[in-house]
């Protein structure tokens, strides 16, 4: 129970039937809604040289969503560009004319009419979604899943949401929040999960998040001169997974990254389905206790799943001492590079890759990865310390040791 667990790859392809969520038209025009926003700005690709010497690597860099918005972490960029596709949507206007000055103007509100935007989360996302409904001048109510955090519970209050904690795990929330929804007059769910008839919304998320992997490219572009040849990335429900793997996927085609997908061994359903061998998936239920809260989603995203199981490589289940350790040597790097302050969902690949590169128990995995001197790896850190009273009992007090 206290061991990294993985598997290779060797699930049935199924020929790319979903890899267009992720075309890179579709990409751009996420991207070009973010700017339009007088918050958005790029976010730091951290280069850290003297870790990649250590670990005897070409390239190693961890895009930093910690400073996106001022929300300390990258899932606005889904829920906006969701809610702006809606309401595109719902009026008739396309998608490029609505800039965040015509989204946010009285004019618009009045045409749209009274929304109230649902969603479930741990708390970025549902923070992400009440940031964007309150900038929209529209109604929010977001549902925590039991054992939330008060830290994550206020953030999402102060943007004006009815917020609630309930006794169920999140994805007993989701189903509860589109039960709400669908209740309610104007009521729309904004979910990053899809389900067999609510896909067109998770979609839209998915590419918002494509803006961060845009970015990120163009990023190590820059630091490197060429694109990773390693992708390391979180997965919950497998949205932001899917998003990142999508995105490099189109971009690269046959030349593409190779992908390494990183769960909690708590809520590891990727995990689980890629060890099932059949291309389907696998749920996991129960309370799905771990400190990456962000990755606590036991059901698959049905439509990333299938980007998922054609193009990853390998797929991975680490407990919670390895998100610790992503967070230590994130936030207390060598001399020379960068600090990145990560949280527990947004430091697992860090965490991961500091066990591949010093176990010797996963040797057989790094030269299965085929990482060696040459590799350029990139890592994704999609949050700041969220809950800063344990990223403290973590970093400074040694929580979560081994």
Same mark, same amino acid.
């Given at each position: 129970?206290?061991?990294?667990?993985?598997?290779?790859?060797?699930?049935?392809?199924?020929?790319?039937?979903?890899?267009?969520?992720? $075309?890179?038209?579709?990409?751009?025009?996420?991207?070009? &809604?973010?700017?339009?926003?007088?918050?958005?700005?790029?976010?730091?690709?951290?280069?850290?040289?003297?870790?990649?010497?250590?670990?005897?690597?070409?390239? @190693?860099?961890?895009?930093?969503?910690? #400073?996106?918005?001022? @929300?300390?972490?990258? =899932?606005?960029?889904?829920? %906006?560009?969701?809610?702006?596709?809606?309401?595109?949507?719902?009026?008739?206007?396309?998608?490029?004319?609505?800039?965040?000055?015509?989204?946010t103007s009285p004019?618009?509100?009045?045409?749209?009419?009274?929304?109230?935007?649902?969603? $479930?989360?741990?708390?970025?996302?549902?923070?992400?979604?009440?940031?964007?409904?309150?900038?929209?001048?529209?109604?929010?109510?977001?549902?925590?899943?039991?054992?939330?955090?008060k830290a994550r519970?206020?953030?999402?209050?102060?943007?004006?949401?009815?917020?609630?904690?309930?006794?169920?795990?999140?994805?007993?929330?989701?189903?509860?929040?589109? =039960?709400?929804?669908?209740?309610?007059?104007?009521?729309?769910?904004? !979910?990053?999960?899809?389900?067999?008839?609510?896909?067109?919304?998770?979609?839209?998320?998915?590419?918002?998040?494509?803006?961060?992997?845009?970015?990120?490219?163009?990023?190590?572009?820059?630091?490197?001169?060429?694109?990773?040849?390693?992708? &390391?990335? !979180?997965?919950?429900?497998?949205?932001?997974?899917?998003?990142?793997?999508? #995105?490099?996927?189109?971009?690269?085609?046959?030349?593409?990254?190779?992908?390494?997908?990183?769960? %909690?061994?708590?809520?590891?359903c990727l995990y689980?389905?890629?060890?099932?061998?059949?291309?389907?998936?696998?749920?996991?239920?129960?309370?799905? !206790?771990?400190?990456?809260?962000?990755?606590?989603?036991?059901?698959?995203?049905?439509? %990333?799943? !299938?980007?998922?199981?054609?193009?990853?490589?390998?797929?991975?289940?680490?407990?919670?001492?390895?998100?610790?350790?992503?967070?230590?040597? @994130?936030?207390?790097?060598?001399?020379?590079?960068?600090?990145?302050?990560?949280?527990? %969902?947004?430091? $697992?690949?860090?965490?991961?890759?500091?066990?591949?590169?010093?176990?010797?128990?996963?040797?057989?995995?790094?030269?299965?990865?085929?990482?060696?001197?040459?590799?350029?790896?990139?890592?994704?850190?999609?949050?700041?310390?969220?809950?800063?009273?344990?990223?403290?009992?973590?970093?400074?007090?040694?929580?979560?040791?081994?």
């Amino acid at each position: 129970m206290n061991s990294i667990k993985w598997i290779e790859n060797k699930m049935p392809r199924t020929e790319d039937k979903e890899l267009e969520i992720m $075309a890179l038209c579709n990409v751009k025009a996420a991207r070009a &809604f973010h700017e339009s926003f007088p918050q958005y700005k790029v976010t730091p690709l951290a280069e850290l040289k003297e870790l990649a010497k250590l670990y005897g690597i070409d390239k @190693l860099c961890v895009k930093d969503e910690s #400073y996106r918005f001022g @929300l300390n972490a990258f =899932k606005v960029l889904g829920g %906006s560009f969701a809610m702006a596709r809606y309401i595109s949507k719902l009026t008739g206007r396309s998608i490029e004319e609505l800039t965040y000055d015509v989204l946010t103007s009285p004019e618009l509100k009045k045409e749209a009419g009274d929304i109230t935007f649902f969603s $479930a989360t741990d708390g970025n996302h549902g923070r992400g979604v009440a940031w964007a409904a309150n900038k929209l001048g529209q109604k929010s109510v977001i549902m925590m899943p039991k054992g939330s955090q008060k830290a994550r519970f206020d953030n999402i209050r102060k943007e004006g949401a009815v917020t609630t904690i309930e006794e169920f795990n999140y994805d007993d929330c989701v189903r509860k929040a589109a =039960k709400a929804a669908s209740e309610t007059p104007g009521g729309v769910i904004v !979910q990053d999960t899809a389900w067999e008839g609510y896909e067109e919304i998770p979609a839209w998320i998915m590419q918002g998040y494509g803006t961060m992997a845009l970015e990120a490219d163009r990023q190590f572009e820059e630091a490197a001169n060429e694109p990773p040849t390693h992708v &390391f990335v !979180q997965a919950g429900v497998g949205s932001l997974a899917g998003a990142v793997v999508g #995105y490099f996927a189109n971009k690269y085609h046959h030349a593409a990254p190779t992908f390494v997908v990183v769960e %909690s061994d708590q809520a590891d359903c990727l995990y689980k389905s890629a060890c099932a061998g059949d291309g389907g998936i696998r749920i996991v239920d129960g309370d799905m !206790q771990t400190i990456m809260a962000g990755l606590a989603c036991g059901e698959p995203n049905t439509s %990333s799943w !299938q980007i998922l199981k054609d193009k990853v490589s390998v797929f991975v289940s680490v407990p919670d001492w390895v998100a610790a350790n992503g967070m230590r040597v @994130l936030g207390a790097p060598l001399a020379g590079d960068p600090r990145v302050i990560s949280g527990e %969902s947004g430091a $697992a690949p860090a965490g991961f890759l500091y066990s591949l590169m010093t176990d010797e128990g996963l040797a057989p995995l790094r030269g299965k990865l085929g990482i060696n001197e040459k590799s350029r790896i990139l890592l994704f850190s999609t949050e700041g310390d969220t809950d800063p009273e344990n990223y403290r009992r973590v970093v400074w007090e040694g929580a979560n040791e081994k």
